[in-house]
C-alpha cells in the first residue's frame, strides 16, 4: 500500500512556532485531521500543554494533556492521526525508542497505522518529515520546509 501525508498551512505553522518557543529542548503534540484511502491530511498540530519531559535529546508527552486534546479533536470530527516532536541537530530519521514507543501504542489502540512527525531546526529553518508506522516497519512519506 502507498501512503502519502498532506500537511496544512496551519499544523505546519504550529509546528513551527512550538518549535523555535522549545528553544534547545525537544518537545511535541498530536496530529489530527482524517485518513483516506492511505492520504494522510493533518489539518491540526498541538503543543506539549503542560507537565511534560523534555531535555535537549528527549521528548515525553503528557498522556493526560495529550487524551483531553485527542478528546477535543475528536469533538470536533477530527481523527487522532499520530504524534510529532523535535529532534536535535538534523535528526531526521526515528531513533530506535521512537519505534518502540510507536510499537507500544499500536498494541495499545485498534487502529493499523500512525503518523510519525519529526522536526528538525537550524537557526530559524524548520523542516517537518513525516513517517507511518506500522506493525511491520515505518515508511518515510516526505518531508515539508516549514
Ligand atoms: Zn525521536
Known amino acids: 500500500m502507498t501512503y502519502s501525508v498532506g500537511m496544512t498551512g496551519n499544523a505546519l505553522q504550529a509546528i513551527r512556532n512550538e518549535t523555535i518557543r522549545a528553544?534547545?529542548?525537544?518537545?511535541?503534540?498530536?496530529?489530527?485531521?482524517?485518513?483516506?484511502r492511505n492520504r494522510f491530511t493533518v489539518l491540526e498540530a498541538t503543543g506539549?500543554?503542560?507537565?511534560?519531559d523534555a531535555s535537549g535529546v528527549h521528548f515525553t508527552p503528557n498522556t493526560e494533556v495529550l487524551h483531553r486534546q485527542i478528546d477535543d479533536a475528536e469533538r470536533r470530527g477530527l481523527v487522532y492521526l499520530g504524534e510529532w516532536h523535535?529532534?536535535?541537530g538534523t535528526l531526521t530519521v526515528p531513533s530506535d525508542g521512537d519505534m518502540r514507543t510507536f510499537a507500544h501504542m499500536l498494541d495499545q489502540m485498534p487502529i493499523h497505522n500512525l503518523l510519525m512527525g519529526i522536526a528538525t531546526r537550524i537557526g530559524s529553518e524548520v523542516n517537518f518529515h513525516a513517517y507511518v508506522v506500522q506493525r511491520d516497519g515505518c515508511t518515510a512519506l516526505?518531508?515539508?520546509r516549514v
Not at 26 to 33: D, K, M, N, R, V
Not at 48 to 52: D, K, V
Open 23 to 36: 528553544g534547545s529542548l525537544e518537545t511535541g503534540g498530536g496530529l489530527f485531521g482524517n485518513e483516506q
Open 86 to 88: 523535535r529532534h536535535p
Open 142 to 144: 516526505g518531508f515539508f
Open 48 to 52: 506539549p500543554g503542560t507537565h511534560y
